[in-house]
Each structure stands twice: as C-alpha cells, then as structure tokens.
C-alpha cells in the first residue's frame, strides 16, 4: 500500500470525505474493469463498482493495512461480484477446451509477445472476456495488473498453490481462444515483419 493511500483512509476515517473522492478516483477503473470482467454486463458491473466503494467506505476504519489498499479494494469487488451471481443465479458459460500441454500455452504466449503492445493488450482483453466470469477476473489480475500468486491468493481467498492451478487451467482455455481468434492476425502479423 502507499503511503499516500494510508494518509487518504486516516483522512476518511477522521471524517474527511474529500479524500474518499480521491481514493475513489484512484481505483474506480481497476474495480469497475474488475466488474466488468467477471459479470460480462457493463450496467451490473457499475452497480457493483458502486456497492463496492459504499462497502469500503463503511468499513474503512476496519482495515488494518495488513495488506495494500489495492489487495483489498479488489477482495471486496471480488466478494461484490460473487454475491451478484449468486443473487442473479447465472449460469457460467463454459469454453470448450481441447487439451493444451504448458509447452503450447508457452508458444501462445511467446507469439503475443511479438505482437505490438496495444495490439496484444486488446486481443487479450478480447479473449479474456469470452471466458466464465473467475477465470476472467483471474487473468485480469494476472496480466493486466501483474499481481502476484500471494497477492491473488489474498484477494480471492485461496491457497497461492490452488491460485497457480486455476491459472493454468485459465490459461488453457485462453489459449486455446487466442489460437482460434489470433492465429490470423499472428500470421497477418509475420507477413507484415517479413515484407
């Protein structure tokens, strides 16, 4: 956590709700992208966003900064989103995946790392959004906000070991949509560096 967040959550906690505006416009596109990725409906994921920062906002004083603010910011959207899908009882959707060795799930991503940044930024949140909402809230916070197993592990709950074999199994799935969706423009991609 920085400093400057534990300055903000004491001004909060002491009344100030000036700081709050900050810290909510510090983080609302991460909570709000976070949403988003597991709910699949922009309204909902704005709901949410909303029920997450009154949550914060409630139990602020509760927060020990054991962690980063963000580690927690993120844990309560996760919490947030889960209640929403029970409370709508979604069915999750389920990719189907052929069985992918970690040699080619490797190859996947060494091919998205020759491709441009932005190009593989929105191919990947292109993907990433096909799949069932935890996997996409997984892999957001894997390769969009590079976080690590512990921290992920704090956020969702779980051991860092089952962290690790949830993310292969995602990452299966994902590649097994990127070969589908990217191989083309993977080739179209060589064909331009070759000319």
């Known amino acids: ?16 709700t000036n700081s ?13 992208t976070l949403a988003l990725r597991m709910l699949k409906n922009r309204e909902e994921a704005e709901e949410v966003a ?18 980063k603010f963000s580690t927690w910011i993120y844990r309560v959207t996760y919490n947030s989103c889960l209640d929403r899908i029970k409370k709508n009882k ?6 189907e995946i052929n069985e992918f060795t970690e040699h080619q ?19 990947m949140q292109r993907c990433i959004n ?5 996997e996409s809230f997984l892999l957001t916070l894997y390769y ?10 704090k956020i969702v709950g ?4 089952s962290i690790k074999v949830k993310l292969f199994r995602s990452r299966k799935k994902l590649a097994t949509i990127l070969k589908s969706q990217l191989e083309p423009e993977i080739i179209d991609y060589y064909e331009r560096e070759r000319r």
């Open 130 to 134: 096909t799949l069932p909402n935890e």
């Open 158 to 161: 779980i051991t860092a070991n």
């Open 1 to 16: 956590m920085t400093t400057n967040d534990q300055i903000l959550i004491n001004q909060i906690v002491e009344g100030d």
């Open 50 to 67: 909303q029920d997450t920062f009154i949550k914060t906002y409630k139990s602020l004083e509760k927060f020990k900064g054991d962690s």
């Open 105 to 123: 799930v490797v190859t996947i991503d060494n091919a998205l790392d020759n491709m441009e940044t932005k190009e593989r930024k929105e191919a």
């Open 144 to 153: 969009f906000d590079d976080l690590s197993l512990d921290e992920i592990s």
């Open 20 to 32: 709050f505006t900050i810290l909510v416009d510090r983080y609302k596109d991460l909570v709000f």
């Open 90 to 95: 979604k069915h999750l959707n389920n990719v």
